[in-house]
């Protein structure tokens, strides 16, 4: 197998259960692919600044996915319901969402440390 081939079937994206206390569930976070990442990045760019009403919960729904079926929990007309629910429970969503995507600086920082969330490895990966 080639170098360009192993990479491009590589299962590269992380994923962490988070429990959501506000909800009595735990959801499985997903990273971006790149191409996600971008898109929330363009939608994210307001006067000057990021959106964050914008930003919050659709990084929430590109990243949420249930545990147990591997589907997407929510939808882009989920949007505004979900600025309704509690801000924690968005926050601890968006917070791993954005840790697993790159989008915070600490992750450079963090990168061979021991986290204390539990890390769900994909039995499929090579």
């Known amino acids: 197998m080639s170098l360009r081939d192993q990479i491009l079937s590589s299962n590269d994206i992380p994923k962490e259960l988070v429990k959501v206390k506000e ?12 191409a996600e ?3 929330i990045l363009d939608l994210a760019q307001g006067d000057g600044g990021m959106n ?14 249930d545990a147990e079926t591997g589907e997407k929990i929510f ?3 989920d949007r505004t319901a979900l600025l309704s629910k509690s801000a924690n429970a968005l926050d601890a969503l968006a917070t791993v969402g954005m840790r697993l995507s790159g989008f915070l600086a600490e992750t450079q ?18």
């Open 23 to 34: 909800w009595n569930v735990s959801i499985e976070v997903r990273g971006m692919t790149g």
């Open 109 to 126: 920082n963090d990168l061979g440390k021991d986290s204390s969330e539990t890390v769900i490895e994909d039995s499929s990966s090579n």
């Open 37 to 39: 990442r971008t898109r």
């Open 75 to 77: 939808a882009p007309e």
């Open 52 to 65: 964050l009403q914008m930003v919050y919960p659709e990084i929430v729904i590109s990243t949420a996915f």
